[in-house]
Structures are given as structure tokens and as C-alpha cells.
């Protein structure tokens, strides 16, 4: 590791590369394994969270409804992110959805082509995104913008950790490339994600822990039962629904 960018701010931009499209600057080659920078997945959150919060504000300032401004952000932050983890989910509800047995599941879920299942997944998803968004951008910027924080930093917060806690469903691909995530790494991850938890106030940062933990079990035990492990397509449905978890959560604590 070159003296001029630590290892911390090297494991971020390697995070934000890989979980976003937000240029970063090319960094030397090392022997790190990617495994190792995973802590550093929920700090990736801030640039989706950040573009959302931010056409949200133009948009609510250009008098635009709630509805239409709530639209715009979830545009915004999932151009950054290329639409990674909502691939993800897609690929899981077709292949869980429409799989006979674990194989022809894997298979579906790894073809490029999506059904039934998937569209269904992503419109449900986006709708419970965008109406628990809407309802909040009705109350104001700073209840919008510090859920949308808390909900993208948190919500990656958890894949360390369910990658450590699941082993891959097969020998190959995305997350079996990635290698052993460590206990310390995993533990950072989550410590970054309740830090991302605080700013929409303690009754939120008290209540949010408890449908993370529900949704991740949930997802182990389906993904055990259904193709024998995890693969990079079910930590991106992971993601979504912490994302989706954490937005309505918010919308509880409004007035």
C-alpha cells in the first residue's frame, strides 16, 4: 500500500467502485484480499443516500409534490448504483420463485433474462420505496434525508455479516470469489450501520434493529432451504429489503 492513501481510505474507494459507479481514482495493485474491505461496504450507502437527498431537496424545492420528488431521488440513487442490488432481488424471486430444485434455481438466477417473479419483486420494492419515501419527504427534508441515510448505510451494514454467516451456494461466482469475511470486518460493518442508525432520533436507532434482525434470519433460513447457501444475488436482496425495512420503519416515528 502506497504511504500517500492509507489502507482505511483504499478499502472505501475499492468499496465505492465496486458497489456504485461513482469514479473513484485508480488504486495500485495489493494483496488485500477484497474479503478484508467489507467493513467498508456501508460507507459505499452514502453515495446513493447522498444523490437521493439531494434531487430530493431540489425537487421539494422546486415546489414539486411529494410523490414526484420521492420518484426522483430513488432515480438518482439507483443510477449510482446501477441498479446492483435490485438486479439482485429480481434474480432471487425468479430463481426462488420459479426453480424446481436447487439447480435449475442457481440456473435461473444466474441467466440475464427476467420473469414473472422478478418484475413483480422490483415493482413491489420500488413501490414500498418510493410511497414510505413520499410520506416522508410530506414532513419535511430532514426526516427524507436522514432515513435515506440510515436505510442505505445500514441496510449494507448486514451483508459482511451474512456473507460470514452463510456460506456460498456454489463454488464459483460473485460472492464465493470474494473469499472468508472475517469476524472483526463484520463486526465493523455493523458498528458503521448503528452509528448511520442515530441520526433519525433514538426511538427510530431503538426500534430499526428489530426487523434487520427478522428480515436477515428470514433470508438464511430461506436461502439454505432453497439452493443450500447465499450468493451475490441474495446479499443484494438482503439489501433491499433492510432498504424497504428501514424506510417504513421511519415512516412509523412521523407524526
Known sequence: MTADRPAPLADILHCIGFYTRVPVPALPPTDRPFAARQWAAPIAGLAPAAAGAGLLALALALRLPAEAAAAIAIAGSVLVTGALHEDGLADVADGFGG????????????????????????????????????????????????????????????????????????????????????????????????????????????????PLVIWFFALRRLCRRQIGGQTGDVVGALQQGAEIALLLTACAFLP
Not at 427534508?141 to 440510515?150: F, G, R, T
Not at 469475511?181 to 463484520?186: D, E, L
Not at 458503521?192 to 426500534?207: H, K
Open 99 to 210: 426453480g424446481r430444485d436447487r439447480d435449475s434455481k442457481l440456473a435461473i438466477m444466474k441467466d440475464s433474462r427476467i420473469g414473472t417473479y422478478g418484475v413483480l419483486a422490483l415493482a413491489l420494492g420500488c413501490l414500498a420505496r418510493w410511497s414510505a419515501l413520499a410520506a416522508l419527504a410530506a414532513h419535511g427534508m430532514a426526516a427524507a434525508a436522514s432515513a435515506l441515510v440510515a436505510a442505505h448505510v445500514a441496510s449494507r451494514a448486514l451483508m459482511p455479516a451474512f456473507m460470514r454467516a452463510v456460506p456460498p451456494a456454489r463454488a464459483d461466482g460473485l460472492s464465493a470469489g470474494m473469499g472468508r469475511i472475517g469476524g472483526k470486518t463484520a463486526a465493523a460493518a455493523l458498528l458503521i450501520g448503528a452509528l448511520a442508525l442515530l441520526p433519525p432520533g433514538v426511538p427510530f436507532a431503538l426500534a430499526a434493529p428489530l
